[in-house]
Structure formats: C-alpha cells, structure tokens
C-alpha cells in the first residue's frame, strides 16, 4: 500500500521495519560509488586495445602533415571529417580541443567574458548582468562554469520533450539573456532526447542578445545501451537555415568511448565562428594532440564503426540500468511516491523522491556507505527548491555491487520519506 | 673592410653585388622556414619509438590509480615526480597540464582577470590598469597572451645575466605592474642563461603588488644542444625561502623532448598555489590526460634518462646552430655591423642587424622564399623600438636547406643595410 495512504501507525510499523534494515545496512561497512558519469573498468577493457593500435611512425603523416610536429590548430583533416560523420554537419565546422569537452565549453565562455563572441557588441564581463538559462534537472558542472564567471543562472523546467521551450522563449526576449545550457541526447539527469519540434524551436528563437549562445553538449550523442542508434538532427544547420548560424556551439567527445579524460574532444559551430575561434585560440596554444586525434581515428575509423563499438558498451551498461529500474520497481513503486523514466542512453536515471527528502535520503545513503551525486546538484547554485531530485549514475560498479548500493539506496528514500511523513 | 667605414663608391658597388646575389637567391625559387622552433623531423623520428612503448593495458594501473579512467586533475603521481625530478621542485607543487604549457600559462593569467590570483585584492579585469614586465627581445607568443587581456606591456631590457634587475626592481613598487615574463635558461631568443645573482634578485623582489607574478617558463630546462647539462636553481624554494612563496609559477613541458604538441606539460608553483588552481581548475575539467602521463613517464623515466635523450636531440641541433654561427661570422662579420651570441642550448639565435633595417630585411628574405620570425616580434605589441632585432630558428629545416636559407638571410642584411647606408 502506498505510504501516503497509510495510517499513523501502519506507517510507524513500516518505519520500524525500514529503520531496521537500514542498521543492517550499515553493518555491511560498504563503500559504494554511484555518484559520477563514470565507465566502469570492464567498459575500459573492451577498448583498451587502442593502446597498442598505433605504434608505426609511418603512419604518422596523414594528408602531407606530420602529426609529430606543432601545427593544425583546428586538428588534423582525419579527425575533423571523423567528427563530422559522427555529428552531421561538415568537417570545415568542427574544431578539436584536448581531451576534455568541458573544458572547450568553459573556454568559450571564458572568451565571451574577456574578449566577446563573434556577435557580441561588448565582452560579457563588461555587461551591467549576465543570465544564463539552465534547464533543470541539469549538468552541475555545466551550471558551475557560468556561475564561476558571476552570471544570474535562470531555472527552466525540463518536459518529456527537453526544456519548456514556452519558457524559453519567453526568456530570450530579455537581452541580458546570454545563453543556455543543453544536452539534447539522453540530457544529463532526466535520459530524455529533445523532440524534434524542441530542436526546431531552439534553431528559430529570436533572442534580443546578439550574442545570444546555445551550449548544445551533445555528449551522449551515440550513447544507446538499448536498442538501436537514434539519429539526430545536426543543429548546425538548422540554426544556419533558421538565419541564426552563429548562434550554437555544439560539443561531444569520445570520454565516454573509449577512454574518460584520455580521448578527443569537438567543438562545432558556423564557419564563422570556427574562424573567430581559431584565431582566439591562436593566442593560447600552438596546437592541441594530433597524435591522440590520429590514435583516435585509426580506432574508431568512422560512425558506422564507432556505432558497433557502442553496442559492445550498451552490453556492459545495460544490466546496469535494468537493475537500477528494477529495484526502483520493486522497493519504491509499491510506496506510492517517487517518480523515474526508464532510459535508453546516457549514463544517468533522475529520480524525483517524496519533496522535501533527497537531502536526507542522501545523508543517510553516505552513512551507509553509498556515495551519491549530492541532493540539489541538478539545480542552479546546487539547490533543488523542492529537494526531491536524485541523479543516479549506476555506471561504475559491478552489477553485484550496484545492486548492494540500490538496495541501501532504495532504503534510505524510504527512510527519509518516513521520516518526513512521520515528522521525525 | 666594414660597410661603416667604406666610402660611397665602395658602398655602391658592394650594392651592386650583393644585389646580383639577391637576384640569384630569387632564381632558386626556395621555399624555406626559419620562423618557429619547431624540432626537425629526424629529431621526431629519434623519439618516436614512444609511440610503442605503452601498449599493454595491465600497465595502465599505477600507484594503485587506473590511468584509463576520470579522476586525479593535478595528475598522475608518477607523473608529478617525474616533473619534480626534472625540476628539482616536490611533487606537491606541480600541477600536469594538457599537451601544452602555453595553454597553461593563458589560463592562469585568465584566471587572475577573471577569479584574480590567491594574494588578489581583485580580479585584474577589475583593475583600472594591468602593467606586465616583458623582457625583450623575448617570446611573442607570451606578450600576446597579456596583450589579449589588454594588459599594459612594459619593455625591460635583457643584459647577458637575464633582464636588467635594476630596471626591474624600479618597475615593481608600482603596484600595477602585475607580472613579468621570463625564460630563465636559454632565453627565448637570446639564448642567455640568467645568472645566479639575477635568480636570487627574482626570488627577493619586493612587488608593491600582493598579486605580482613571475611567469618563469623552463621551457629549455634540459635542452643544451653543446656541452653537459647545466644545472638550474629551483626558484620555488628559492621564492619560498626569500618569502614570496606565491610569487612565481613555473612551466615546462615535452614538447621539445618528445613531440611538439603531444606531449605532457606541468606549472610549478608553491603548495597553496597548487591548490588554490586545482580548485579553479576543477570547474573547467575533470582530469588531464593520464594515459599520455603515464607513456611519458614510461618513455622519459625520470631527469638522468631524460638527459640522456637530450644528447640526442643535441647531434641533430648542434650541427645546424654552428651553420648559423658559421655563416653570420663569414659573412657579416666582415662588414662591421650586427651583434649574436652563440647559444648553447635552447632554440634560437638572436641576431640584432644594422638599426632600422630589420623589417625590410625579413622583408627581402619573404621575396627570396624564406620565412621568418617576423621582425619586431620580439617586443611587445610586436614593435622593435631599433627596427634590429631578429630571431633566427634553425631547428627544422636539414642541415643543407639551412645553409641555403642562411645564405640568402645573410644577403637580404646586406642588402637592407647597403639600401640604408645608401639611402636607397
């Protein structure tokens, strides 16, 4: 029976039951980590071949250019036509950053502060306010980048079909509104893909900043672990035909194909913005790691290719995500409260708790040993006004062990929600 | 007999043959590059073995860490003992950056504009005037990187001890001036090693600026290309030890040990220093490549081995600098004009030319198919107050293409300085 049809006492029956449990979970001792968008370490093995796949100084020349030697500031042609093929849009429209995408993201936004974008009229940091839009549940360290530079970082609500695009376009119409933050494929928490009338409304808002910035970070771009691939418009041009080319910066890399931290990351835009960025870009490095670029695309060669290799991490990932839906089904399901959405890609599952519990539920989850993303790192400043959204990273652990954390897991929602409906 | 002591009729008719010597020099139809310190190819086939050198997947696990995975953003530890090594710092204070150590340095003179340092009343952009000490000639890649933050660039002269430390403890009780650059081995392009006495004074300065910056780029740490290794003081200690421990960062990277570009590079700086960026860092990424760390630190070993190379490198470079050397001293030697110093280590000549002819000779060197550093470069905003100073880079053309783009250098000075004494 759900708990919010209980009595008072059969409620302090099942209180005494789950508190009881919750000992026992303690005395485990475990120590147990769903908190981040980790692969877990067989995820590693499957592509740890890539180390010994280019090892012949013969093939280190590649178009007439020596990967050995400074130069190619927007990457070798191979890997630039490689990210092209995975995106959709034209090799002359990527530029290869380092092995983090982030940190692409935070350099283009570092440079809207210090110097302006192409279409900017001042440097953000000369701006009276900067707002930032943040479709929430969100990416913690995509809101932290904005609110490091002092922007006002405005809460939108997320839909089924990606952020409430009414909302957004009501936003926009203020010019000290400077972008927005998107992850369009299996986004970071909720697994949702933005519907394809959400994609077109982003191509075609009519924002009143010139320099209006969609952060379009396409992370989990071809990050099926069930079914097949699903195809997604390149947003490149779809802002060019809507008239607004130099209005999206999109971003992906291969962190989550072969290895985390280790890999190569894009940044696509108009040709345009490439060309600004190139030359702003020029002031900071000479060129970023064309020997990992080429490393890169001797392995994974191509989509197609890249497509099979994640089906051999969906194999991995998949029994994970089933176990996390299942005993989300069977331990909280029957509780009458707490909301999830069963996703098909990505590395998370957000799950909405009872209001006003996930920061207990957590707390009570790391004294028993299961560290969690922190309660209200989904939101603007890490603040959850309803303090009911939990971000499930089940990507780490072994399946015997992610099941041990989900069941200390689903007790300690419980825990708190008795707590709650208790007045403990 | 010196073109400053010859009469007119002799001038002109030295004019006369120098100017079928350029002609001669156009016939060939060159097309040569002396303009970056970019290594030679035969000094990227010396290290390419590196590319095979880490290819089993057990070898990923160090110091109990799985390299293949996010996770330690100052970096691996053997990799930060290897740095230590090198430098002769302790591992706590290096922090491993990307492939690039200029990419460093842009982001901590960022984040002083944007964050401010950890001694910063404020961040620099709120400054009413930012003023950075630029010892010229020096490297153009590093005043333009202050420049872009619209700092005020201040000339300092070079002595042959490193910049001229009166002028520098003159210039520090302003409490705008913020910083100062300086390549402390083999200066880029005076190919100086500052002296004892200057290191100490750098480490003793007493900047009206609690914020002010010594940007201490080891770039040529280990780089002698003649003789044996000479030893360099550690200036964090010496920073430390004089108390100023937040005074300076230090940088250096592979790029000039394995591959330009590819590489792992590392800033040096006092413990609060290190953690107060690794703070600010951890908004803009998650980890560094370790992969790459680690099959450097396979590769390179630790200083002894690393030296070791270096005398490889050595062979190949030694040879090209004396064809620099050789040719400036038969061929302008005689005419009584031009300054150099022969360097023995780093990777450039710097050559002062008759005052007011550098630009038209660089400009002569272009027609004839010889590309070089552009004159002027080597001062702040890219302006030789002297029109004299230019910088030669040996590094990447064979030994035989060197002698022909040094044949046809030495004639545009000639000719440039006759169409001067000619007034022509």
């Given at each position: 029976?759900?708990?919010?049809?209980?009595?008072?006492?059969?409620?302090?029956?099942?209180?005494?039951?789950?508190?009881?449990?919750?000992?026992?979970?303690?005395?485990?001792?475990?120590?147990?980590?769903?908190?981040?968008?980790?692969?877990?370490?067989?995820?590693?093995?499957?592509?740890?071949?890539?180390?010994?796949?280019?090892?012949?100084?013969?093939?280190?020349?590649?178009?007439?250019?020596?990967?050995?030697?400074?130069?190619?500031?927007?990457?070798?042609?191979?890997?630039?036509?490689?990210?092209?093929?995975?995106?959709?849009?034209?090799?002359?429209?990527?530029?290869?950053?380092?092995?983090?995408?982030?940190?692409?993201?935070?350099?283009?936004?570092?440079?809207?502060?210090?110097?302006?974008?192409?279409?900017?009229?001042?440097?953000?940091?000369?701006?009276?306010?900067?707002?930032?839009?943040?479709?929430?549940?969100?990416?913690?360290?995509?809101?932290?980048?904005?609110?490091?530079?002092?922007?006002?970082?405005?809460?939108?609500?997320?839909?089924a079909d990606g952020p409430d695009m009414n909302v957004v376009e009501?936003?926009?119409?203020?010019?000290?509104v400077k972008g927005i933050w998107c992850v369009p494929k299996y986004?970071?928490?909720?697994?949702?893909?933005?519907?394809?009338?959400?994609?077109?409304?982003?191509?075609?808002?009519?924002?009143?900043?010139?320099?209006?910035?969609?952060?379009?970070?396409?992370?989990?771009?071809?990050?099926?672990?069930?079914?097949?691939?699903?195809?997604?418009?390149?947003?490149?041009?779809?802002?060019?035909?809507?008239?607004?080319?130099?209005?999206?910066?999109?971003?992906?890399?291969?962190?989550?194909?072969?290895?985390?931290?280790?890999?190569?990351?894009?940044?696509?835009?108009?040709?345009?913005?490439?060309?600004?960025?190139?030359?702003?870009?020029?002031?900071?490095?000479?060129?970023?790691?064309?020997?990992?670029?080429?490393?890169?695309?001797?392995?994974?060669?191509?989509?197609?290719?890249?497509?099979?290799?994640?089906?051999?991490?969906?194999?991995?990932?998949?029994?994970?995500?089933?176990?996390?839906?299942?005993?989300?089904?069977?331990?909280?399901?029957?509780?009458?409260?707490?909301q999830w959405v069963s996703p098909k890609g990505g590395y998370f599952?957000?799950?909405?708790?009872?209001?006003?519990?996930?920061?207990?539920?957590?707390?009570?989850?790391?004294?028993?040993?299961?560290?969690?993303?922190?309660?209200?790192?989904?939101?603007?400043?890490?603040?959850?006004?309803?303090?009911?959204?939990?971000?499930?990273?089940?990507?780490?652990?072994?399946?015997?062990?992610?099941?041990?954390?989900?069941?200390?897991?689903?007790?300690?929602?419980?825990?708190?929600?008795?707590?709650?409906?208790?007045?403990?």
């Open positions: 029976m759900s708990y919010l049809e209980k009595t008072k006492e059969a409620l302090q029956a099942e209180y005494d039951v789950v508190k009881a449990k919750f000992a026992a979970c303690k005395d485990q001792n475990l120590k147990l980590n769903m908190a981040r968008g980790k692969p877990g370490a067989s995820q590693l093995d499957i592509v740890s071949d890539i180390l010994g796949c280019f090892v012949d100084p013969a093939e280190c020349f590649s178009d007439g250019i020596d990967a050995r030697n400074y130069g190619e500031l927007a990457g070798l042609p191979v890997a630039r036509a490689y990210w092209a093929d995975v995106l959709g849009c034209k090799p002359e429209q990527t530029f290869l950053g380092g092995t983090s995408s982030l940190k692409i993201m935070f350099d283009v936004i570092s440079a809207a502060y210090t110097y302006g974008l192409r279409n900017s009229v001042r440097p953000w940091c000369k701006e009276e306010v900067v707002k930032f839009l943040c479709p929430s549940p969100g990416y913690d360290r995509h809101f932290k980048i904005t609110e490091s530079f002092g922007a006002e970082l405005i809460t939108v609500p997320m839909t009501e936003l926009v119409k203020d010019p000290q986004s970071n928490p909720d697994g949702i893909i933005y519907s394809e009338d959400t994609v077109a409304r982003f191509a075609n808002l009519k924002p009143a900043a010139p320099d209006f910035t969609i952060m379009w970070d396409n992370a989990y771009c071809v990050h099926e672990f069930e079914g097949d691939f699903i195809p997604f418009p390149d947003i490149i041009s779809l802002c060019e035909k809507a008239g607004n080319p130099d209005m999206v910066f999109e971003f992906a890399s291969t962190s989550k194909i072969t290895f985390p931290g280790a890999g190569i990351s894009v940044m696509a835009a108009s040709e345009g913005n490439i060309a600004y960025f190139t030359d702003l870009f020029s002031v900071q490095m000479i060129s970023h790691d064309k020997i990992n670029q080429l490393r890169h695309v001797k392995y994974l060669k191509d989509k197609a290719n890249t497509l099979a290799l994640m089906k051999k991490h969906a194999e991995v990932l998949a029994p994970k995500f089933r176990m996390v839906i299942d005993m989300l089904e069977k331990e909280i399901l029957p509780c009458g409260f707490g599952v957000s799950f909405n708790t009872l209001p006003g519990t996930a920061k207990r539920a957590l707390a009570l989850c790391k004294e028993a040993g299961v560290v969690m993303t922190p309660a209200g790192a989904t939101f603007p400043y890490g603040k959850d006004p309803k303090d009911s959204n939990i971000r499930i990273a089940p990507s780490l652990p072994p399946v015997a062990e992610l099941e041990k954390a989900m069941d200390v897991f689903c007790t300690c929602i419980k825990l708190a929600a008795l707590e709650k409906l208790l007045n403990i």
